[in-house]
């Protein structure tokens, strides 16, 4: 698993297949806080959560997921940590 301390502020979360998924707001409780500007749809305006179980890896300002975008935002949490979807 990756270290939470290696994941910034602003660092572009992307899927495994290159997607834009988020950017991250901070790292929180085990998941990634994404900015709720990266909220879309009927949850727009607050933040989604991802694991970090998700992370493959952090390299300079870009996360890397290990699941392709579209399951990543699929998978996305509430704060409650209830799905999105």
């Avoid at 500007?37 to 870009?62: C, E, K, P, Y």
């Avoid at 392709?68 to 209830?82: D, F, I, K, L, N």
């Amino acid at each position: 698993m990756i270290n939470a301390s290696e994941i910034r502020e602003h660092a572009e979360v992307v899927g495994s297949d290159g997607q834009h998924v988020g950017t991250v707001d901070r790292v929180e409780g085990g998941r990634i806080k994404l900015t709720k500007s990266d909220s879309h749809g009927a949850h727009a305006g607050h933040h989604h959560f991802i694991d970090m179980n998700l992370v493959q890896s952090v390299d300079g300002g870009r996360v890397q997921l290990s699941v392709a975008g579209r399951e990543a935002v699929a998978s996305e949490q509430e704060q409650s940590g209830r799905s999105v979807n």
